[in-house]
């Protein structure tokens, strides 16, 4: 177990509805990153925060869009929800941006969204 | 861009057979290197991180190397479990990014 939980474990929404999903950072972790993971596909780099601020961001349109509080704790809201969309949510916590060296990334066990 | 490629795709392998799961990149100025292991329908369990300046890690009876010179890595399972059966993703760090790069993984079974 990573220590980063993730809620909520299942959801379905329908097409334009707008999701908010949640991370919890492993303790003592500072940053934390999202990513996508669609079927049969490695996970793609969504965004990441360090210390409150995005400080990174993948190949993603506005209407996804994150916040990070004073205790590391994360969400990704996305808008306007498309078919594509439906994907695993991950969160990744770390011990400063992913760019350091020995900086090893710790995931949660994911969200499941479903657009239908 | 950078890509990551794994192969093979899928695999499966009779119990206490020793694996090699190849993950090659297209830059080589990586910073480091990470294999993780993702259960179905579940989250990425980290196995071993490789720095760009080291050539190997081992863990049990995990072993990865890196060749950044030729955009390759390796994990080696030693003499799997069916515990083993998962999917094994690499991922690329370049030099100066914080964006990773996976790979679609290798769905790995190990039978009785």
């Known amino acids: 177990e990573t220590g980063v939980t993730q809620s909520p474990t299942h959801l379905i929404k329908t097409r334009g509805q707008q999701v908010t999903l949640r991370c919890s950072s492993q303790?003592?972790?500072?940053?934390v990153s999202w990513y996508q993971q669609a079927l049969g596909q490695g996970p793609q780099f969504i965004f990441q925060?360090?210390?409150?601020?995005?400080?990174g961001r993948g190949n993603f349109p506005p209407r996804f869009s994150g916040l990070q509080f004073p205790n590391y704790s994360s969400e990704l809201n996305v808008n306007a929800l498309e078919l594509d969309d439906s994907a695993l949510y991950l969160c990744?916590?770390?011990?400063?941006?992913?760019?350091?060296?020995?900086?090893?990334?710790?995931f949660g066990e994911g969200s499941w969204l479903t657009v239908v | 861009k950078q890509e990551v490629t794994q192969i093979p795709a899928a695999l499966s392998v009779p119990e206490g057979e020793n694996l090699v799961l190849n993950c090659s990149f297209t830059?080589?100025?990586?910073?480091?290197l990470q294999w993780f292991r993702q259960d179905p329908g579940k989250g990425l369990t980290s196995l071993l991180l490789i720095q760009s300046s080291q050539r190997e890690q081992t863990s049990g009876r995990l072993n990865a190397s890196l060749d950044k010179s030729s955009g390759r890595s390796t994990l080696y399972i030693a003499a799997s479990q069916p515990g083993d059966s998962a999917t094994y993703l690499c991922?690329?760090?370049?030099?100066?990014?914080?964006?990773?790069?996976f790979g679609r993984g290798t769905s790995l079974i190990v039978h009785p």
């Open positions: 925060y360090y210390r409150e601020e995005e400080n």
């Open positions: 991922a690329a760090r370049p030099g100066g990014s914080y964006i990773p790069t």
């Open positions: 990744a916590s770390s011990l400063g941006p992913q760019g350091r060296r020995g900086n090893t990334i710790y």
């Open positions: 830059d080589s100025a990586i910073y480091n």
């Open positions: 303790s003592g972790h500072n940053t």
